[in-house]
């Protein structure tokens, strides 16, 4: 059963292969969402600080009655963090809304601030900062694992170039149709476990006829293909729901699709249009 499989990282800490993610997922609504989750078996929750709803994550990791060892934690550092004072502050905040002694893995949630994401800066120094910080909670104990979010191999080797621990996890957008192969070969190169973050496009993968060929051909929904298509890649997925009827949909991805399909899946045409999550920069962004 796929929730109880896991990667390694290169620290040596396990990291399930599936988790919950929780972004559009209220406060209060994390709740019940984290509490049906590990119901289900699930062991990874993934939460931000710009999700606003840590401190609900937290809560439901108390109610749920699974031993906290049991459990891995994401979250992520405010892209708007660059600076090595704020981000230690940043990081003791999530603790104490989560109410968490320590959380397994924590992450740049960008390279850019979100309102300059496609833009020419950088933020080198800044990232350079924001990482030094959580090298020092990581080395305090507070971080089990540390990695990034939305970065470019260049991005990594700017860390990288100035750190003495390096990045665990890259946390970007994999589906079918925006497969970003690069990305992808250069973090597997370098020991980095990538994460895909919205296998189904945001809801968007729903409405492709020949994605829902396929799937029938499978016998599986079209959310089960993309999830498996993106662990088939070798990547942690995280697929984003608070209906427990998704959750348990979500982990039954227990078929293989064929070497063939694999082929076929990668080089689907790209989704030009988001819909209502258009107006995100991850989604403007060809990661290809």
């Known amino acids: 059963m796929i929730l109880n499989e ?10 399930p292969k599936l988790g919950l993610g929780t972004w559009f997922i209220s406060d209060d609504d994390a709740v019940q969402a984290v509490v049906d989750a590990t119901k289900l078996g699930y062991r990874h929750i993934d939460t931000a600080q710009a999700y606003q709803n840590e401190r609900g994550v937290g809560e439901g990791i108390k109610k749920s009655g699974v031993a906290r060892k ?3 934690v994401t979250t992520k550092l405010a892209a708007e963090v660059k600076d090595y004072e704020e981000a230690v502050a940043s990081i003791d905040g999530s603790l104490k809304r989560m109410g968490l002694e320590y959380i397994d893995l924590m992450i740049i949630h960008s390279p850019q601030p979100w309102a300059e994401f496609n833009g020419s800066d950088r933020h ?45 996890v890259n ?21 980095i476990v990538v994460e895909g973050y919205s296998p189904v496009g945001h809801g968007e993968l729903l409405k492709n006829e020949k994605l829902a060929t396929m799937a029938k051909k499978y016998g599986v929904s079209i959310p089960q293909l ?4 993106d662990l088939q890649l070798g990547l942690v997925v995280l697929p984003k729901t608070a209906n427990p009827d998704h959750m ?17 899946l990668k080089n689907m045409k790209r989704i030009e249009d988001y819909g209502d ?3 995100f920069p991850v989604y403007q962004k060809d990661w290809r």
């Open 6 to 15: 896991t990667y390694t990282l290169t620290n040596g800490v396990e990291i």
């Open 70 to 72: 049991d459990l891995f």
């Open 124 to 168: 080198e120094q800044g990232n350079r900062e924001a990482w030094r910080a959580l090298e020092d909670a990581y080395k305090a104990g507070k971080l089990r694992a540390i990695g990034v979010s939305n970065f470019e191999p260049s991005d990594v080797e700017n860390i990288v170039s100035d750190c003495t621990v390096k990045p665990m």
């Open 171 to 191: 946390q970007i957008l994999v589906h079918v149709t925006n497969t970003p192969s690069s990305i992808i070969d250069y973090c597997r190169k370098n020991d």
């Open 226 to 229: 993309g999830i498996r298509y």
């Open 248 to 264: 348990k949909s979500n982990a039954d991805v227990d078929f293989e699709i064929s070497d063939a399909d694999m082929e076929q």
């Open 277 to 279: 999550a258009s107006m």
